[in-house]
């Protein structure tokens, strides 16, 4: 069975700042990983997602993540954050032969002016 | 873009009483879903439905728990007799193959 670890349960950060959440995962097999953000009272979006090829992975409102296979690890980073991206953040694992998506504990990333 | 509808974003049930969530995914997607988050938690997987079966479901799913295709676009989930703790937020979701789309939820409050 796969397992998601985010290592942060909140990050306030500054406007303009970089941001870094970290996400690690565990699984015996080959799996998919992917990153949904949850704005207050509303459902979850894709961010971004990693199937195959490069590493680096880039998704909308300028997030980008990086696949560390050797490190079971899946960052999610932006160079320069803005208020609007006040959000839960979720790091998920999927199984490339299984269906269910198994989440992380999610991030608060709380942006300061 | 399309996206995954679900009906109604909010419901009040009283405990033993049966209550179905609605939701019409994606017209192209092939598997649907149904996931949970209760107040404060992670969001949690119920259960997959492809080809008008159960494809996978979890320890969650009980018997209390079920989910059916009634027509070519709605996608349900009953709860039977629902006790303080199905209280959360439903979220049903739909994929072609690999990425899952989400709906806004259902928040369902049991008292």
């Known amino acids: 069975a796969q397992s998601v670890t985010q290592l942060d349960s909140q990050v306030p950060v500054f406007e303009e700042a970089p941001v870094e959440l970290r996400c690690n995962y565990s699984?015996?097999?080959?799996?998919?990983l992917f990153w949904y953000v949850q704005y207050p009272n509303q459902g979850l979006q894709l961010l971004l997602k990693?199937?195959?090829?490069?590493?680096l992975v880039k998704g909308i409102n300028g997030f980008e993540a990086e696949f560390n296979k050797s490190q079971t690890s899946f960052h999610l980073r932006k160079p320069s954050v803005h208020i609007s991206d006040t959000a839960e953040y979720f790091c998920?694992?999927?199984?490339?032969?299984?269906?269910?998506?198994?989440f992380g504990e999610g991030t608060q990333l709380t942006v300061n002016p | 873009e399309p996206e995954v509808t679900q009906t109604p974003s909010h419901q009040v049930t009283q405990m033993g009483q049966e209550v179905i969530l609605r939701c019409v995914p994606i017209?192209?997607?092939?598997?649907f879903y149904w996931y949970r988050q209760i107040l404060g938690q992670k969001v949690e997987f119920l259960v997959s439905?492809?080809?008008?079966?159960?494809?996978?479901k979890s320890e969650i799913f009980d018997d209390q728990f079920s989910v059916e295709r009634p027509d070519g676009s709605n996608f349900t989930l009953k709860i039977r007799s629902t006790k303080l703790e199905d209280s959360a937020m439903y979220f049903c979701?739909?994929?072609?193959?690999?990425?899952?789309?989400f709906g806004s939820g259902t928040r369902l409050t049991v008292v």
């Open positions: 990693y199937l195959s090829g490069s590493t």
């Open positions: 998920a694992v999927k199984e490339t032969s299984g269906s269910r998506l198994t």
């Open positions: 439905f492809y080809n008008n079966e159960i494809s996978e």
């Open positions: 979701a739909s994929s072609e193959f690999t990425v899952v789309a």
């Open positions: 699984s015996s097999v080959s799996v998919y």
């Open positions: 017209s192209n997607h092939l598997y």
